[in-house]
């Protein structure tokens, strides 16, 4: 085996209760033989660290209401880096989305952000190849860097996917002879479930059922969501906070699982989904077509545009088409994902850091950016921010 790459990642065990990718994927590095470590400043200024791997910036630096912490993490990590690049420090970033679910601090402060990642950076990691595309189009200052594709891990060591599906519907209270449609996972903006509702009561049957599992936020969503399902009675609406347990309860209740995001470039919540073995309906936005492709159409089945009555039916007939007991997920273990991200963190170390200036360009939806990378060529730990258990993210 070769050497052992020290890497700091951010995150990569405290936010395990958040999120268990991150958590996953570090165990799977160490397995092969990484060193793991959450970031540390003043691990970063005075050891050697091989890899720097952020996964959410705007989380990591920009979170929280006061902006002087947001600056203080930027010149704090700023500083260390510099520090570490003495000693051959690279940084990678995997662009889990394209934009932040939520526009955090001030546009001063994001542009900041966004500079020192096109100044500082060594290499790309995506989802998947349509992700790594997109990304290359949605941040063209880092259209020179190395670009690698490492997948979402499965969730089957994770969660208890093993219950059957009698059995979870009994500690549900669930009918076990309605059909079920379920949304699990924090219920936020973007992942369009008033509009779910709404199509959901144009769909005649009265064994039908609509799960909503998950903490609402903001409240004004709850409120919308609450009036909504009101009367109608099929709809089941679980806004609280929930376990580990029973998140993976309503996974192997569910008939299908229905994810209609607004917008998404991956889907966490699509692999858990599937890796308890259930279908899924989604958007054929983001990496998601592609995820049909490797996983299958008897298990992924995608539709364009916004979700309709329509093609709510067309989904519930797509139920009847036969499929195995158990999803192939070959493609997302953690062990060749672990692999692909060993492999990637090599080759950004083995390259030379590419000179880079600075300039000012405009984003892809016109907006100013300053400063970005241009090619020149043919506290000890980062504060955690907040979060709610449980599910897993758009990757955020």
Same mark, same amino acid.
């Given at each position: 085996?070769?050497?052992?790459?020290?890497v700091?990642?951010?995150?990569?065990?405290r936010?395990?209760?958040?999120?268990?990718?991150?958590?996953?994927?570090?165990r %799977?590095?160490?397995?092969?033989?990484?060193?793991? +470590?959450?970031l540390?400043?003043w691990?970063?200024?005075? +050891?050697?660290?091989?890899?720097?791997?952020?996964?959410?910036?705007?989380?990591?630096?920009l979170?929280?209401?006061?902006?002087?912490?947001?600056?203080? +993490?930027?010149?704090?990590?700023?500083?260390?880096?510099?520090?570490?690049?003495?000693?051959?420090?690279?940084?990678?970033?995997t662009?889990?989305?394209?934009?932040?679910h939520?526009?955090?601090?001030?546009?001063?402060?994001r542009?900041?952000?966004?500079?020192?990642?096109?100044?500082?950076l060594?290499?790309?990691?995506?989802?998947? $190849?349509?992700?790594?595309?997109?990304?290359r189009?949605?941040?063209?200052? #880092?259209?020179?860097?190395?670009?690698?594709?490492?997948?979402?891990?499965?969730? +089957?060591?994770?969660?208890?996917?093993?219950?059957p599906?009698?059995?979870?519907?009994?500690?549900?209270?669930?009918d076990?002879?309605?059909?079920l #449609?379920?949304?699990?996972?924090?219920?936020?903006?973007?992942?369009?479930?008033?509009?779910?509702l709404?199509?959901?009561?144009?769909?005649?049957?009265?064994?039908?059922?609509?799960?909503?599992?998950?903490?609402?936020?903001?409240p004004?969503?709850?409120?919308?969501?609450?009036?909504?399902?009101?009367?109608?009675?099929?709809?089941?609406?679980?806004?609280?906070?929930?376990s580990?347990?029973?998140?993976?309860?309503?996974?192997? %209740?569910?008939?299908?699982?229905?994810?209609?995001?607004?917008?998404?470039?991956?889907s966490?919540?699509?692999? #858990?989904?599937?890796?308890?073995?259930?279908?899924?309906?989604?958007?054929?936005?983001?990496?998601?077509?592609?995820?049909?492709?490797?996983?299958?159409?008897?298990?992924?089945?995608?539709?364009?545009?916004?979700?309709?009555?329509?093609?709510?039916?067309? %989904?519930?007939?797509?139920?009847?088409?036969?499929?195995?007991?158990?999803?192939?997920?070959?493609?997302?273990?953690?062990?060749?994902? %672990?692999?692909?991200?060993?492999?990637?963190?090599?080759?950004?170390r083995?390259?030379?850091?590419?000179?880079?200036?600075?300039?000012?360009?405009? $984003?892809?939806?016109?907006?100013?950016?300053?400063?970005?990378?241009?090619v020149?060529?043919?506290?000890?730990?980062?504060?955690?921010?907040?979060s709610?258990?449980?599910?897993p993210?758009? $990757?955020?």
């Amino acid at each position: 085996m070769s050497e052992d790459l020290v890497v700091e990642a951010e995150p990569a065990f405290r936010t395990a209760a958040a999120n268990p990718y991150n958590a996953a994927l570090a165990r %799977a590095l160490i397995e092969r033989g990484a060193i793991v +470590r959450d970031l540390s400043y003043w691990r970063l200024a005075t +050891r050697r660290i091989d890899v720097v791997h952020l996964h959410w910036p705007d989380l990591t630096f920009l979170s929280g209401h006061r902006l002087s912490i947001m600056r203080a +993490r930027l010149l704090l990590f700023g500083t260390a880096l510099r520090l570490a690049r003495l000693r051959g420090t690279r940084m990678v970033w995997t662009v889990h989305n394209l934009d932040a679910h939520e526009e955090r601090a001030t546009p001063a402060l994001r542009a900041r952000l966004r500079g020192m990642l096109a100044r500082e950076l060594d290499g790309i990691l995506a989802l998947s $190849s349509s992700s790594l595309d997109a990304a290359r189009e949605a941040y063209p200052e #880092l259209a020179g860097l190395p670009g690698f594709v490492t997948p979402h891990g499965h969730y +089957r060591a994770e969660y208890d996917l093993t219950r059957p599906r009698t059995a979870a519907r009994a500690r549900l209270g669930v009918d076990p002879g309605v059909t079920l #449609l379920a949304a699990v996972g924090q219920v936020r903006p973007y992942k369009n479930i008033p509009r779910l509702l709404e199509a959901f009561r144009r769909v005649e049957g009265e064994q039908l059922r609509l799960a909503i599992v998950g903490r609402v936020s903001p409240p004004g969503l709850a409120e919308e969501i609450a009036r909504i399902a009101a009367d109608d009675p099929r709809v089941i609406l679980r806004p609280q906070f929930q376990s580990d347990e029973a998140i993976a309860d309503w996974m192997r %209740a569910a008939d299908l699982v229905v994810l209609p995001y607004r917008k998404v470039l991956n889907s966490g919540s699509a692999l #858990l989904a599937l890796s308890a073995d259930r279908p899924v309906l989604v958007p054929a936005l983001g990496s998601l077509d592609e995820l049909r492709e490797t996983v299958g159409e008897d298990w992924v089945r995608t539709f364009p545009g916004e979700i309709s009555p329509d093609i709510l039916r067309d %989904a519930l007939d797509w139920l009847d088409t036969p499929r195995g007991a158990r999803v192939d997920l070959a493609a997302f273990d953690w062990h060749t994902v %672990a692999q692909q991200t060993y492999d990637a963190y090599r080759e950004v170390r083995r390259r030379p850091r590419t000179a880079r200036t600075t300039r000012t360009t405009s $984003s892809t939806t016109g907006s100013p950016i300053a400063p970005v990378a241009a090619v020149s060529h043919p506290d000890e730990t980062a504060p955690r921010p907040p979060s709610a258990r449980h599910y897993p993210q758009e $990757s955020r």
